[in-house]
């Protein structure tokens, strides 16, 4: 079977491309005829696997309308006899006799927003091709061809609540294996992208009210990440913070394991679909403080652990009980939740649908 998947820009890293890689390496050990359609050239090798792109060079930002391109990548390799849209973002259907398999990373509800009064000038001319593209992908999704794969009950419930369209779920693959708890110590840890959304300045006025080391792991990929992330380096300077906490910027990955390994508390800020590092944290015996929101209710299945959305007495309160011990006896039965969360687990599953178009 020829398979197609779409993945509009490769090497931002985060759950996405997390789950594109999960992907590729599933497929590479079939039989089937396996082709990766990308805007730039990615860095990634492999024997088995083609790669078709649009650039013959690797372009990192203006990652909107990259997304936007992906119509191009689709009308590209609509002889495929399947497509996955890794990326949960643009899929219009270009042959409509060819399946579609969307892992939905969200349920576009950003994409479809009205930024109108966001966008002005020249930036809505960037923004009103994409917003329109949304548009028209969510009118195809009755289209029996189209099929979605959703990555939390979170975001399957919210799915069929607005597009009256049902999806398998996969969780995203997770590498349980990769950490180990270390000698703990009383420190807090936040991993995410630099970006607005992630609501890190939250985290920053909760801990300044603590008397422990924090670190604040992200990737600076964009100049908007570059931006918000020197917006909140003046943060921890207007409030004199800066022996206690600390952004560490495009840090390798056997570092950013180490840092979970040897940290006490995991704090999240902001709503997530799923959130990889969220389960990574529990692999890394660490106590989860998360939102008690969105598919953090799935990852934290223990209540005791998620506070009120921004509410920052309430998340101290909880991270101050963390760090004193009144949390450690959940750690067993948290490492015992994520099994199902495993890379593993998510290869197993995705083989099994492929298998069910061939």
Excluded at 61 to 70: A, I, P
Aim: proline letters at 3%; a positive charge.
């Amino acid at each position: 079977m020829n398979i197609g998947i779409i993945h509009g820009f490769v090497g931002g890293g985060g759950g996405t491309e997390e789950t594109l890689n999960a992907i590729l390496d599933t497929l590479e050990k079939t039989d089937h005829s396996v082709t990766l359609y990308t805007f730039s050239k990615p860095k990634i090798k492999s024997k088995k696997i083609r790669i078709k792109t649009i650039l013959p060079i690797t372009i990192p930002f203006f990652g909107l309308y990259q997304r936007v391109m992906e119509s191009k990548l689709i009308a590209k390799a609509k002889n495929e006899d399947i497509l996955i849209q890794a990326s949960g973002g643009l899929c219009i259907p270009v042959n409509p006799n060819q399946k579609i398999i969307v892992y939905c990373h969200s349920d576009f509800s950003n994409d479809l927003e009205n930024k109108s009064t966001k966008y002005k000038g020249i930036w809505s001319l960037y923004y009103k091709p994409y917003h329109n593209m949304m548009k028209k992908f969510v009118d195809n999704l009755s289209s029996s061809k189209i099929f979605l794969i959703s990555n939390s009950e979170f975001i399957h419930n919210s799915l069929k609540s607005k597009y009256n369209k049902n999806s398998k779920i996969i969780y995203p693959p997770v590498n349980l294996n990769e950490f180990n708890s270390q000698n703990k110590k009383n420190q807090i840890v936040s991993i995410g992208r630099f970006s607005k959304e992630k609501n890190l300045e939250f985290g920053i006025n909760v801990v300044s009210q603590l008397n422990s080391l924090y670190y604040i792991i992200g990737n600076t990929k964009t100049k908007s990440n570059i931006l918000y992330c020197e917006k909140l380096e003046t943060q921890i300077k207007k409030l004199n913070l800066e022996s206690k906490i600390k952004l560490l910027k495009n840090i390798n990955r056997s570092d950013l394991v180490n840092y979970l390994n040897n940290s006490k508390i995991y704090f999240h800020c902001s709503n997530e679909t799923f959130g990889i590092s969220v389960v990574e944290s529990i692999a890394a015996g660490c106590i989860p403080i998360v939102p008690d929101t969105s598919a953090h209710k799935e990852t934290v299945q223990f209540a005791e652990l998620r506070y009120k959305e921004n509410d920052e007495n309430d998340a101290k309160n909880k991270i101050k009980s963390a760090l004193n011990g009144e949390f450690d006896h959940i750690l067993k039965p948290l490492d015992n939740s994520i099994k199902k969360f495993s890379k593993e687990k998510f290869q197993q599953f995705f083989l099994q649908l492929i298998e069910e178009f061939d």
